[in-house]
């Protein structure tokens, strides 16, 4: 089992830049994958950023060149620097965990505004 926060979300304004944390309870070595996802009220969450145990990482279309997922090992921390933001971008953000065995877990969330 593993505790997800996220962290860092706010209102910031179109084309300005704010980091996510995505802080687990335990190793981040022991999971398999960290993603970060997000959701507008009424649609269907996507899948914004991926990175895996050996580093691989893939990214919405909507988000390449503009946000960057990364991982700190020594503080078990995934997080999700994002640039040149859109009123587009403005949702929830959510990680996942993927653990072995098909375990999932998810965090709490952390709204993402971002005004024109």
């Known amino acids: 089992q593993v505790q997800l926060v996220e962290s860092g979300g706010g209102l910031v304004q179109a084309g300005g830049s704010l980091r996510l944390s995505c802080a687990a309870s335990?190793?981040?070595?022991?999971?398999?994958?960290i993603g970060w996802y997000r959701q507008v009220p009424g649609n269907q969450g996507e899948l914004v950023a991926r990175?895996?145990?050996?580093?691989?990482?893939n990214y919405a279309n909507s988000v390449k060149g503009r946000f960057t997922i990364s991982r700190d090992n020594a503080n078990n921390t995934v997080y999700l620097q994002m640039i040149s933001l859109k009123p587009e971008d403005t949702a929830v953000y959510y990680c996942?965990?993927?653990?072995?065995?098909?375990?999932?877990?998810w965090g709490q969330g952390t709204q993402v505004t971002v005004s024109s």
């Open positions: 996942n965990a993927e653990m072995p065995y098909n375990r999932i877990y």
């Open positions: 990175i895996t145990g050996d580093g691989t990482t």
């Open positions: 335990r190793s981040i070595f022991s999971i398999n994958a």
